[in-house]
Structure formats: C-alpha cells, structure tokens
C-alpha cells in the first residue's frame, strides 16, 4: 500500500500572524513532508504586497511563485483550498460571481501543477443556502462541468463541514458525490469533521454527543459499505481537545458569530495521536475504516486549526511541524500503514 505524509499550509502557522509560507515550506521539507495542501490566505497574502494588491493577475503571479518555491523544496501540491461559500446559494447573482472566481482557481491551479480543489460545505445563514438539495446538486455539477472541461481536467473535493448550513455529515456530502455523477466530482473525509458532528459536541459539558460510539460505529459501518474508493480524492487528519467546560457563552473560545462547533474547531484541532493535549476522538477506529475496509491509498494529509497558529512566536512553524511528523509516525505504527496489502486482508479477516 502507497501512503504518502502532506500537511496544510494554514497547520503550520497563520500567514496573519506573520508565519511567511517560505518559512512554513521550510519546515514542511524539513520534517518529512512531501506535499502540502495549499490554504488560499498563504496565496493572497503574496499579493499584498505587488502593486495592486489581491487582483486576479497578481492571484496568478503568486500561484507560479508558490509552484517555484515548492518546486526547490521537492514539494508536491497536493490541493488548493477552501473554495468557500459556493453551494445553494439563494442570491443567484452572487452564485453567478462564484462560478466566475471558480474559473480562475482552475487557472490558479493549473499553474501551481494540482488538479485538486477542495470544496467545503457552506456555513452560511440558513437565510443565505437553500434548503432544496436539487439545487445545491445542481450547482456542484455547474462547477463539475468547469473543472472537466479544463485542460488538463480539474478534480473536486467535497468535503461536509461539522457546522454546515446544509450538509454536515459525510452521508450527505457522499449523497450529493453520487447525485453529481461526474468523474471529477468526489469526497473529501475529514476525521475532525467526522467524528465532530455524531460523536463528539462542545457545548456538552461531557464533550460527547448521546449514544456516540453506537452513532459512530453505525456511520462507519455504512462508509465501508457505500463509499467507493475511487470517487475519495482527499483524506485530512485531525483530532481535537475535549474542553474543560461547555464551549457556551462563559467559554474562552465562545464567538456568537459562529456555532460552538466552529469555534472549537478553530481553536482546539491536533494532531493524530496526541491524547498527551487533550485529543478524544476515535480518530485511529475512522482512519482503520478508511484505510482498511474503504481501501484508500494515497495521501493523508494533516489540517489542524488551533489558536496557538496565530502566535507570533517565530518558531511556531517549526513546533507544529515537529509535532505533526511525530503524529505521523506514531500514526504509520498504529495503522500499519507500511503493511502490504496482503497483511492488511489478513489483519482484516482475523
């Protein structure tokens, strides 16, 4: 089996914080990474300072810098992301605007040498994302179209955040990847945002939600059913911090803007393994399903938000780059990823 280590760009420190993405690229390289997905602020952050600032041209110009820099550094891009905000929209026009901006991330990509886009679900007001699924599948395959008419062809992510508007677990993002039908057109699984939103729930002082190993087991069993391996494009990798108190109004990380999942997302996400922080998640049963009875090969990419990514301590990059490899070998060791393929039917069977 062919496992391969990617981290994002936005796990190794906020560029608002003044983490530069050649820094973060360095340590990316220099603790064994071999691709990085890239978060759209490390891009637009090049473009500050090019007269002009972030326009489609400069957008453009950063793109081939960023492929140099990774190009030095032997550093595969393995996706571009988030394109936000895109599905369902109930003012047409501003979907009209997106699917424009759409057309220049397939140019965006095509120069940074991905043919990857990553596609969250929108958490948008209820107000602003329609509630009708025909249009939410009908504007993923008007996006679909985009990416298969493009030469080379560009592939979709769709990934369902915990906190979506609209779509929230992985059955219903894997219901709309079916509904799409279109080759380019497949599902990301995020452990984080798994297990986020049937096992685990901030706003509970327990930090689970009611019956979660019986919800989780019962969704797991239905991934290795369903899920075919060649529509999953992307694997991220996240566990979390169970908190100490409720994430309500008398919690540090409360934001009235956001739902308690969100917050908590951005601000308590680790690494695989890292229980020694805090991490409570059945990250090792999902990635066990995904790996072994899904049977996905290929990258695993790490996507930690935390709040320590937006210190300005110049060796942060570097302590989540430490970390994250250390997840990874400890990961590679729990999973047997440098198993074959025949150890892992075997292992399956016993």
């Not at 599905?87 to 965006?108: C, F, P, S, T």
């Not at 090969?297 to 709040?307: A, C, D, I, M, Y």
């Amino acid at each position: 089996m062919s496992y391969k280590p990617s981290i994002c760009t936005v796990s190794l420190g906020r560029c608002s914080a003044g983490h530069s993405l050649e820094h973060k690229l360095d340590m990316a390289k220099k603790y064994g990474f071999q691709a990085i997905e890239l978060f759209f602020e490390d891009l637009v952050a090049l473009t500050q300072s090019m007269p002009g600032g972030n326009k489609p041209s400069n957008q453009l110009a950063a793109a081939a810098m960023i492929r140099q820099l990774c190009d030095d550094r032997q550093l595969s891009i393995l996706c571009l992301q988030p394109f936000m905000h895109y599905e369902g929209l109930v003012d047409r026009e501003a979907h009209q605007q997106r699917l424009k901006e759409a057309k220049l991330w397939v140019h965006l990509a095509h120069i940074l040498g991905t043919d990857l886009i990553l596609l969250p679900s929108s958490f948008l007001s209820p107000s602003e994302v329609s509630s009708d699924m025909d249009t939410i599948v009908h504007d993923m395959i008007e996006i679909a179209e985009i990416g298969l008419k493009a030469t080379p062809t560009i592939r979709y992510a769709y990934e369902a955040l915990c906190w979506g508007t609209r779509v929230d677990t992985w059955e219903s993002s894997w219901d709309i990847v079916q509904r799409v039908n279109r080759p380019n057109f497949g599902l990301c699984l995020d452990t984080f945002n798994i297990a986020g939103r049937i096992y685990a729930d901030p706003y509970l002082s327990s930090g689970r939600t009611e019956n979660c190993d019986e919800a989780i087991e019962a969704s797991l069993h239905n991934m290795a059913a369903y899920v075919n391996p060649q529509k999953l494009f992307l694997v991220q990798m996240a566990d979390a911090e169970k908190l100490a108190q409720p994430l309500d109004r008398n919690h540090l990380f409360y934001n009235e803007e956001q739902p308690p999942r969100m917050s908590w997302s951005r601000n308590a996400r680790l690494f695989y393994g890292e229980t020694h922080h805090g991490g409570y998640l059945p990250i090792k049963r999902i990635l066990d399903v995904i790996v072994r009875e899904v049977g996905y090969q290929g990258w695993l990419s790490f996507e930690v938000f935390n709040r320590f990514l937006l210190d300005t301590d110049d060796g942060v990059p570097e302590m989540m780059a430490s970390r994250a490899a250390q997840s990874w070998r400890r990961m590679k060791r729990d999973l047997g990823l440098d198993r074959s393929i025949e150890e892992h039917k075997t292992q399956a069977l016993l």
